[in-house]
């Protein structure tokens, strides 16, 4: 197996496309060709990018329509998020009780972080939560072990109920609002609706925003190409070969001898924490993170930009989600010139969901492939004609326009 | 001789509907047995209780040397155990190429674990040729399966079932939508698979169980009716009665 059998050459074209993008992107910030929030926007972007490839892992070659996702996004988000406010509050809290000339006790160090951080919500007590806020290696593994238990757990009881196509997804988006309803809770421990904040404050570190945007921008890339490879290798191989098939047609798949449920639940909690660690980059360049986060649109946006960008293969993921949020932050922005129509305005800011949905609605209707399919145009590779039959029994089952002949 | 399967004392009802009722049925190791019965005779559900889709209500299914119950285990579980089932129409994984499909059935570790690690050998590779050509498909390996005729899919799923290595073969009707040739083929192959294992054939065409020549077993409303050589059952007055006789 080389690389440069024709199999992996879409991963090597992605790879190269990306370093050449973040070369370009670290000369234009050193040159200061672009503005450090911009810097931020693609590194928050090349997250959601690897959000959209789990999604596809999940949706595109397993079939399961998890609308859930985002919600082990923003879970990753918070748990590097409670590390990045606590060692902050600390520096600040030590700092100024230093200035009062005798040097402070761990407990009266503790009781200031805890008032700084919950003053907020009422409180004045770190709850249980934070217990490992303090240690930054028990709080990444808590990114990866906290939305992993809960997606083995989730995953568990749905898969083994058998739990399929539409009502999975129902589950997963009340997973979603759950989370959130509860997180917006003062008592949750998690400073309710006002979220964590401050996280583009990096403890210990002076130098510059400018400077860590980049350092994110870079980590979010390198993350992107580990995946991609991880991903493209388990997919190109036998594994990637069984959740296709139990995409198509699950039943025969059992007969084969392979437990379903098993599998789901692997590719179901795999890209959970693929999600999670993407939400542990995604944050720290945010800024912020709130309840909000976790809002059952959020998902669906992720399942949005898989569909656009054509489901079933990793670049498509990428390419949808990059499009279209760097579009929707471009169009919420305010940038837009607005359109006058002479009976009325058009603001893009009001419009663009409008735009969006049309786009999705045709997208599904005239272009199931999605922007990925223009590359088989090129590739000149074309759909089978099968006069309209999905290629397996199953909801999930890739549609007649998806399959390549 | 021990037998392969036991199905004793088996009851089913769907709603108050017996499918099956009290069925017993026993093959042994190496051996071809068709299965033959009028629609609703229960040959399906029949089928569904082996292959663990269906839970009787009553009654015992032991299989192998150490007489396992397969009433415990899960589809797969016993897809594993070595029981291969080959639906009426053909289920083949139509996105994917003959190869990837022959590959996905060779008989390995199913976990997903050991199929994330699993690399090709060289014996993978020949015994997936053999069995491609075995089944006049050697010069298909790389088509998607989506494109073969119908009775090519037919012959890529048996050539599966082969890759899987069962002990016992559960197979629905392999002669629907064959050509008369491509029947005969099928025939010699079935006869020459139940040389080393046991396989159920369940059809409809008394021609081709004919050609079968072996052991056949008629079902009627969810119970044996009658069982022996074609001949001797054909001349079952029952049978003619149930069966036969509609023509």
């Known amino acids: 197996m080389t690389l440069l059998h024709p199999r992996h050459r879409s991963a090597l074209v992605f790879i190269a496309c990306l370093a050449l993008f973040t070369i370009g992107v670290t000369l234009a910030a050193q040159f200061g060709l672009v503005s450090t929030s911009f810097v931020k926007t693609l590194g928050k972007t090349l997250c959601l990018c690897l959000a959209a490839l789990a999604m596809d892992l999940l949706w595109g070659y397993a079939g399961i329509l998890s609308l859930g996702h985002m919600a082990f996004f923003a879970l990753g988000g918070y748990m590097i998020g409670m590390w990045l406010m606590y060692a902050r509050t600390e520096e600040i809290v030590v700092a100024a009780l230093a200035n009062g000339g005798l040097p402070a006790t761990p407990e009266e160090v503790l009781q200031g972080i805890a008032t700084q951080i919950f003053g907020v919500v009422g409180a004045s007590d770190l709850p249980a939560i934070w217990s490992f806020a303090h240690s930054l290696p028990l709080q990444l593994a808590l990114v990866v072990a906290v939305p992993g238990v809960l997606a083995l757990v989730f995953g568990w009881l749905a898969f083994r109920s058998r739990v399929t196509g539409v009502y999975l997804s129902i589950l997963t988006q009340a997973m979603t609002l759950a989370l959130a309803l509860y997180l917006f809770q003062n008592d949750s421990g998690l400073r309710g609706n006002n979220g964590l904040s401050g996280l583009q404050n990096l403890p210990g570190v002076t130098a510059g925003q400018d400077a860590v945007s980049l350092w994110f921008f870079w980590a979010s890339a390198a993350a992107l190409v580990v995946a991609y490879l991880g991903l493209h290798a388990i997919v190109s191989g036998k594994f990637g070969s069984v959740i296709r098939a139990i995409r198509d047609d699950e039943a025969r798949v059992r007969f084969l001898g392979y437990s379903v449920e098993g599998y789901k639940l692997f590719v179901f909690t795999l890209t959970a924490v693929i999600c999670a660690l993407a939400g542990a980059l995604y944050y720290p360049q945010a800024g912020i993170i709130n309840p909000a986060e976790l809002a059952p649109i959020a998902s669906i946006y992720l399942a949005v930009w898989v569909a656009i960008g054509g489901r079933g293969r990793l670049y498509g993921a990428v390419i949808g989600a990059a499009l279209v949020s760097l579009l929707s932050s471009w169009f919420t922005g305010g940038r837009v010139p607005s359109i006058p129509l002479g009976f009325g305005t058009l603001h893009w800011v009001d419009w663009w969901l409008v735009l969006l949905g049309l786009t999705f609605v045709c997208v599904t209707l005239f272009a199931p492939k999605g922007i990925g399919g223009l590359f088989d145009r090129f590739a000149g590779v074309h759909s089978p004609d099968r006069k309209g039959a999905a290629l397996g029994p199953d909801q999930g089952a890739l549609m007649e326009q998806e399959a390549k002949q | ?247």
């Open chain 2, 1 to 247: 001789m021990s037998a392969l399967l036991e199905v004793s004392g088996v009851t089913v009802s769907f709603d108050g509907f017996r499918a099956i009722n009290n069925l017993t049925f026993a093959i042994g190791a190496a051996e071809l047995r068709a299965i033959i019965g009028p629609n609703g005779a229960g040959k399906s559900t029949f089928m569904d209780i082996v292959t663990g889709k269906t839970r009787p209500d009553s009654g015992s299914v032991t299989f192998g040397e150490k007489s396992v119950s397969l009433l415990k285990l899960s589809e797969a579980q016993i897809a594993r155990a070595g029981i291969g089932r080959k639906f009426q129409r053909p289920t083949v994984f139509e996105d994917q190429t003959v190869r990837e499909n022959l590959t996905l059935a060779l008989k390995a570790a199913r976990s997903p674990w050991a199929v994330l690690v699993w690399r090709k050998s060289a014996a993978d590779e020949a015994r997936i040729v053999t069995l491609a050509e075995q089944v006049g498909l050697g010069d298909r390996l790389e088509q998607k399966a989506g494109i073969l005729s119908h009775g090519q899919k037919q012959w890529l799923e048996i050539a599966m079932l082969l890759a899987q290595e069962p002990k016992l073969l559960l197979v629905d009707e392999p002669a629907a939508g064959m050509t008369l040739a491509e029947r005969e083929k099928t025939t010699e192959l079935l006869v020459d698979i139940a040389k080393t294992r046991a396989v159920v054939v369940v059809e409809h065409d008394m021609d081709f169980v004919r050609r079968l020549n072996c052991k056949v077993t008629v079902l009627h409303e969810g119970a044996v009716l009658a069982e022996g050589s074609l001949d001797h059952v054909t001349k079952n007055q029952t049978v003619i009665d149930v069966y036969l006789g509609r023509g």
